[in-house]
């Protein structure tokens, strides 16, 4: 089975700190996503990336930013976190290579939830 | 634009009972992909069902069934017999013509024993 991994399922920060979330998948997926999470919102997409060091801005990009080092791996920073960011954050990998039509599902962590204060 | 709408916030039942979730979507693109999601309460996401939008064939599987109508542009979802592991929320996605997720807003959906 595919198997994404978040580290954290819950985490706490005040506010203006530099935050790291991390997501590590062990299916060799070209495309990973950082998705938020807010009651009567559903997910919107922060960030994604079809490959190493490839980036993208998704729906919702602004006080995020993204690094993708390795294949496995997709961080997401918050600069300088602030309150409005308190929410679920879940990652999602899929295997479509480049951008096609997909027809794979993404495959999700667990989440994590962070509070700001 | 690409759109999903999950006009039912919230959905409870008694457990045995039928329960459908709507959902409806907007797209520009003539070949797309339809998903469904279930969360339940410990917070992944596991992935129920995917169609294209060559294909309209109804599906069964088990408890569940889907209805894709793309004249009307719904691709419902009933839970026949609800049990109370049913209870999570439950997301429509549309996938475009390149690989991102566009997500409704979720339906939450509450069975009681």
């Known amino acids: 089975d595919v198997k994404v991994t978040q580290s954290s399922r819950y985490l706490v920060k005040r506010t203006g700190e530099k935050v790291f979330l991390e997501c590590v998948q062990d299916?060799?997926?070209?495309?990973m996503f950082w998705y938020r999470q807010d009651p009567g919102l559903g997910l919107r997409l922060i960030y994604f990336?079809?490959?190493?060091?490839?980036?993208e801005k998704g729906d919702i990009p602004e006080g995020y930013s993204v690094s993708r080092e390795k294949k496995e791996r997709f961080s997401l920073i918050l600069e300088s976190a602030s309150t409005n960011q308190t929410s679920m954050y879940l990652c999602?990998?899929?295997?479509?290579?480049?951008?096609?039509?997909?027809?794979?599902?993404?495959?999700f962590g667990d989440g994590t939830r962070l509070s700001i204060l | 634009a690409q759109k999903v709408t999950q006009a039912q916030t919230e959905i409870s039942v008694v457990e045995k009972e039928d329960v459908t979730l709507d959902c409806v979507y907007e797209?520009?693109?003539?070949?797309?992909?339809l998903f469904w999601y279930k969360q339940p309460p410990s917070g992944e996401l596991v992935f129920l069902i995917r169609?294209?939008?060559?294909?309209?064939q109804n599906e069964i599987s088990g408890r569940y069934s889907w209805n894709f109508q793309k004249s009307t542009s719904s691709f419902n979802f009933t839970i026949t017999a609800s049990q109370v592991v049913d209870s999570a929320v439950y997301f429509c996605?549309?996938?475009?013509?390149?690989?991102?997720?566009?997500f409704g807003a979720g339906t939450t959906v509450t069975v009681r024993a």
């Open positions: 299916m060799d997926h070209e495309n």
């Open positions: 169609r294209n939008s060559f294909d309209e």
């Open positions: 797209t520009r693109d003539t070949t797309y992909y």
């Open positions: 990336s079809y490959d190493v060091k490839m980036k």
């Open positions: 996605a549309l996938s475009f013509n390149d690989y991102k997720l566009s």
């Open positions: 999602a990998s899929s295997p479509s290579p480049g951008r096609v039509v997909s027809n794979q599902p993404q495959h």
